[in-house]
Each structure stands twice: as C-alpha cells, then as structure tokens.
C-alpha cells in the first residue's frame, strides 16, 4: 500500500521558514514527479512546486512562491521537501504532498495528473 507522510508543519511568524518533509512508503517514486499542493481554507487546492525525477532536475514553481521556496528530492529516502522562506500570511494552508504514478517529459503542475495523496501538513503564520 502507497504512503505519502507530511510533517515539518506549524504556526510561524511572517518573515520566518519552514521545512516540510513527505516520506514515501510502498512503492519508490525515483523516476516519477512529486509535488507539494497547498489549500487554504475555503479556497480550492493550488499548485505550489513540482519537481521531476533528479536525472532531469527540473522544477516548477507558482508565482506567488517563486524566490521563496525550494523543492527538492531524496530519492535514496523516498523523500520529498519543501524548504520555505520568507513565509507570509498568505501561505498559511493545509500543504499537501502527491507524487504520480506516471512519467512526463515536464513535471504536470495539474492536480489531476497526481495520484498519490499525503494526508496534510498544516502550516499557519502569523503577522
């Protein structure tokens, strides 16, 4: 059975940072993309970084985190992070890691292209 664990969230001032962490179980995702998604409440999921399998490296970021955070991949772990910076209240949401089942020439920034789900890290911060 596939396993995606966050951890790594909080409460936070603005200005300060975060590290999110999602463990992988079950299957290795070395050669798939992996995400973080985030929602805040009352709004519909969103995008936030994707990131493709390490021999291509390639990332993708929402404008609003771009500068600010970082993605990045363990694949001897199975693990993916989410190294946040420079958080503002507008980044307070339920983060969520995904990871797809299938291979892409691009990491998908869609959610619909992922199929794997942790369960959520909440990170708040506050002004």
């Known amino acids: 059975q596939v396993q995606l664990v966050e951890s790594g969230g909080g409460l936070v001032q603005a200005g300060g940072s975060l590290r999110l962490s999602c463990a992988a179980s079950?299957?290795?995702?070395?050669?798939?993309?992996m995400g973080w998604f985030r929602q805040a409440s009352g709004k519909e999921r969103e995008f936030v970084a994707v990131?493709?399998?390490?021999?291509?490296?390639?990332?993708r970021y929402a404008d609003s985190v771009k500068g600010r955070f970082t993605i990045s991949r363990d694949n001897a772990k199975n693990t993916l992070y989410l190294q946040m910076s420079s958080l503002k209240p507008d980044d307070t949401a339920a983060y969520y890691c995904?990871?797809?089942?299938?291979?892409?020439?691009?990491?998908?920034?869609?959610?619909?292209?992922?199929?794997?789900w942790g369960q959520g890290t909440q990170v708040t911060v506050s002004s």
């Open positions: 079950g299957r290795t995702f070395s050669s798939n993309p």
């Open positions: 995904a990871a797809s089942a299938n291979i892409y020439s691009a990491p998908p920034v869609s959610e619909y292209l992922y199929d794997y």
């Open positions: 990131i493709s399998n390490n021999v291509i490296g390639r990332m």
